[in-house]
């Protein structure tokens, strides 16, 4: 079913996608990762990441086959290649690794969203991110392990990280912001 509602799609012209049919292109994608989690997650959990991962490559070939023919057919592979790789960061990983991984993702797709000029992927990216902060803090930042070492640390590395994520998104918005239809970049100071 995958396989033929994307044909179907991208039979018809290549015109800008409607609402509906970018839903459904990422339903779709959802939903089959979703049923193929439900039927092999009780027998084969250790391979989840790895059928994760071969989605999003999937959708990474597709993105790359289509990036000459419809420029919002590759953009919306790309977000769910980028979602796909979510969910293999957080089946694979323990819980500070995946945070730092979704804070990479986030800054990628922000900078796909600036690049592409495209609000909805660049708050997508900044959805991710403030996900991203609310899983640190409830990481039980607050809560001393035993054995605790005060600066060399898994929570400080996942918090630095994020730090500087939030810098390159920053810099990001003041190289390609003003490009953007909300003006993301920069202001200049008004005169009074």
């Known amino acids: 079913m995958n396989l033929t509602a994307i044909g179907e799609r991208l039979a018809r012209q290549a015109e800008r996608w409607l609402k509906a049919d970018l839903l459904l292109f990422h339903a779709n994608a959802l939903g089959l990762f979703g049923g193929l989690y439900a039927i092999f997650d009780p027998v084969a959990t250790a391979w989840m990441p790895a059928l994760a991962l071969a989605i999003a490559a999937w959708h990474g070939a597709l993105m790359w086959a289509w990036r000459g023919t419809s420029e919002e057919a590759s ?4 977000a769910v290649g980028f979602a796909m790789t979510g969910f293999a960061i957080g089946l694979q990983f323990d819980q500070w690794w995946a945070v ?14 600036l690049r592409s000029r495209r609000d909805w992927m660049r708050m997508g990216g ?3 991110l403030a996900w991203t902060i609310v899983r640190l803090v409830l990481l039980g930042f607050f809560e001393l392990p035993a054995g605790f070492s005060p600066v060399f640390n898994a929570r400080v590395g996942a918090t630095l990280l994020i730090v500087a994520v939030c810098y390159v998104l920053a810099l990001l918005h003041q190289r ?7 003006r993301a970049g920069p202001r200049s100071p008004r005169c009074m």
């Not at 953009?75 to 790309?78: A, D, E, G, M």
């Open 75 to 78: 953009l919306n592979s790309l």
């Open 100 to 113: 730092v991984g979704w804070a990479i993702e986030s800054a990628a797709i922000v900078w796909a969203g």
């Open 126 to 128: 900044a959805v991710l």
């Open 176 to 182: 390609y912001g003003d490009q953007m239809s909300d």
